[in-house]
């Protein structure tokens, strides 16, 4: 189903109980039991709904083409071919929107059928299927409700979120708050006219009520339903993560309520500590580095270290999630290892354009849009020579976070007078946020006999390991 999209959710057990009650069949709808006329096997309703919510794989409350393939080719993959699940869909889909919703799926499983009908066989076949899923199958994630907002990890962060959004607390999500949270969310850099385009698209196809007049709003519900296929997407979840709530909470908490609270502080502040139970204040000295670090102490570790004015390498030991972390991050990027690539394997980059390329990155990184951002340099599990680069163009002493002022900057003209003077203001608050990060997936004794000649002040930097056990 389409992240953007509106998402109805599956009947719960009493929904499906009455519809069953409804069906032309009269009370609980069955199939005659087989010898009755050669008809199939008798199914009833409730046995339909456990069934329609196993093979519904992502909680959405229909069944995909695809996902019926999933379920009826581990049954019987001769059988069951592309074509003629194509031919199944086509004939249990009522209303040809290319999904089986539960109606549809019980009115076809439990509804009349006539020895002469076409697709009796296939009928029987499916109710064969059906066999395979326990009698007392799991409902999906959602304590019945078929859908995984309403775990209760997940309801609970979905109402932390939306509180934020919600600005004037009326249960209400107004188009203004909903781009307000979003370019807080996202960082206004990165929150353009494109991106707020594309937000009121989703707004207005996620369902949003009232009149262009009187203000258009989403209710709390429709949001819920419409954000968490949304975070599930961003966080790249397949259909089986999607129905995990542990997994779907944390992709909410690492993508949608870390940033928001980060950029309120106000509403995060009624969740603050009492005073005696305040966390420690920062320490007035550097921690020796080297240091080991668990992956999640990442982020803080390399605030603290830039509030020492220094720049940072971060030596992941081949974690991936390192690289995954920095890619979510709003910075300037250096991607050495494609450096490599262009240089000296397919030979379509020369070292002038190559230190064009870095410094324009430097420059971005410098004054983007009258802000700085991190600079970071991906060497991921190379030993790319960046000392060989520096130069004029390449300032060797960017590397030294000591070193490179503003003063220094100017001159060597990587923003004009009008810069200047921006940065120098509030006690130089934006320049504070320009520094360099490095991350290699080396370890420490690699990242000291392979990087030490060629990263430029290497003996000046924050070294960061992160600790593999840190990562399950």
């Given at each position: 189903?389409?992240?953007?999209?509106?998402?109805?959710p599956a009947p719960s057990a009493p929904q499906r109980a009455a519809e069953a009650a409804a069906m032309p069949r009269g009370k609980t709808p069955t199939r005659p039991k087989a010898g009755e006329g050669g008809k199939a096997p008798a199914v009833d309703a409730e046995r339909v709904g456990r069934v329609f919510q196993?093979?519904?794989?992502?909680?959405?409350?229909?069944?995909?083409?695809?996902?019926?393939?999933?379920?009826?080719?581990?049954?019987?993959?001769?059988?069951?071919?592309?074509?003629?699940?194509?031919?199944?869909?086509?004939?249990?889909?009522?209303?040809?929107?290319?999904?089986?919703?539960?109606?549809?799926?019980?009115?076809?499983?439990?509804?009349?059928?006539?020895?002469?009908?076409?697709?009796?066989?296939?009928?029987?076949?499916?109710?064969?299927?059906?066999?395979?899923?326990?009698?007392?199958?799991?409902?999906?994630?959602?304590?019945?409700?078929?859908?995984?907002?309403?775990?209760?990890?997940?309801?609970?962060?979905?109402?932390?979120?939306?509180?934020?959004?919600?600005?004037?607390?009326?249960?209400?999500?107004?188009?203004?708050?909903?781009?307000?949270?979003?370019?807080?969310?996202?960082?206004?850099?990165?929150?353009?006219?494109?991106?707020?385009?594309?937000?009121?698209?989703?707004?207005?196809?996620?369902?949003?009520?009232?009149?262009?007049?009187?203000?258009?709003?989403?209710?709390?519900?429709?949001?819920?339903?419409?954000?968490?296929?949304?975070?599930?997407?961003?966080?790249?979840?397949?259909?089986?993560?999607?129905?995990?709530?542990?997994?779907?909470?944390?992709?909410?908490?690492?993508?949608?309520?870390?940033?928001?609270?980060?950029?309120?502080?106000?509403?995060?502040?009624?969740?603050?500590?009492?005073?005696?139970?305040?966390?420690?204040?920062?320490?007035?000295?550097?921690?020796?580095?080297?240091?080991?670090?668990?992956?999640?102490?990442?982020?803080?570790?390399?605030?603290?270290?830039?509030?020492?004015?220094?720049?940072?390498?971060?030596?992941?030991?081949?974690?991936?999630?390192?690289?995954?972390?920095?890619?979510?991050?709003?910075?300037?990027?250096?991607?050495?290892?494609?450096?490599?690539?262009?240089?000296?394997?397919?030979?379509?980059?020369?070292?002038?354009?190559?230190?064009?390329?870095?410094?324009?990155?430097?420059?971005?990184?410098?004054?983007?849009?009258?802000?700085?951002?991190?600079?970071?340099?991906?060497?991921?599990n190379t030993a790319f020579d960046l000392a060989s680069l520096c130069g004029e163009t390449v300032p060797a002493e960017v590397f030294d976070k000591e070193a490179w002022t503003i003063d220094a900057a100017y001159r060597k003209g990587f923003f004009d007078d009008g810069h200047k003077f921006g940065l120098e203001v509030?006690?130089?608050?934006?320049?504070?946020?320009?520094?360099?990060?490095?991350?290699?997936?080396?370890?420490?004794?690699?990242?000291?006999?392979?990087?030490?000649?060629?990263?430029?002040?290497?003996?000046?930097?924050?070294?960061?390991?992160?600790?593999?056990?840190?990562?399950?």
């Open positions: 189903t389409r992240a953007l999209g509106r998402r109805w196993a093979w519904d794989l992502n909680g959405d409350g229909f069944i995909m083409a695809e996902e019926l393939a999933s379920v009826l080719k581990k049954v019987d993959g001769k059988l069951w071919t592309d074509r003629k699940i194509g031919s199944l869909v086509a004939a249990v889909d009522r209303n040809k929107d290319g999904k089986i919703d539960y109606r549809e799926f019980v009115a076809w499983v439990c509804g009349p059928s006539k020895p002469e009908d076409k697709d009796q066989k296939d009928r029987k076949a499916i109710i064969a299927a059906m066999a395979t899923v326990p009698a007392e199958a799991p409902a999906a994630p959602g304590a019945g409700s078929g859908r995984v907002e309403d775990s209760p990890e997940v309801d609970g962060l979905l109402a932390r979120i939306f509180a934020l959004y919600d600005q004037d607390g009326d249960e209400r999500l107004e188009r203004l708050e909903l781009l307000e949270g979003e370019e807080k969310r996202r960082g206004r850099l990165d929150f353009g006219p494109k991106q707020r385009k594309e937000v009121i698209e989703w707004f207005k196809s996620s369902g949003a009520e009232g009149s262009v007049a009187d203000g258009l709003f989403l209710s709390r519900e429709k949001w819920r339903a419409a954000v968490v296929p949304l975070a599930c997407e961003a966080g790249g979840l397949d259909d089986e993560a999607r129905r995990d709530p542990a997994q779907v909470a944390r992709c909410l908490a690492d993508r949608w309520l870390a940033p928001l609270e980060a950029a309120m502080p106000k509403k995060a502040a009624a969740a603050a500590p009492a005073p005696d139970e305040a966390a420690p204040a920062a320490p007035k000295e550097p921690p020796a580095y080297p240091l080991t670090i668990p992956f999640t102490e990442l982020k803080d570790r390399l605030v603290e270290a830039i509030s020492f004015n220094k720049n940072v390498l971060v030596l992941s030991s081949g974690l991936g999630e390192v690289e995954t972390f920095f890619n979510y991050q709003m910075t300037s990027h250096v991607d050495c290892k494609e450096l490599i690539g262009e240089m000296f394997v397919r030979k379509t980059m020369t070292k002038e354009e190559a230190q064009d390329r870095v410094r324009s990155a430097m420059t971005k990184a410098m004054n983007s849009n009258g802000f700085c951002k991190p600079l970071w340099f991906r060497f991921a509030e006690d130089g608050k934006k320049w504070k946020e320009f520094y360099v990060v490095i991350s290699s997936t080396f370890d420490l004794e690699m990242a000291q006999k392979s990087l030490s000649n060629v990263i430029p002040s290497f003996d000046k930097l924050a070294v960061l390991i992160v600790d593999p056990a840190s990562i399950a």
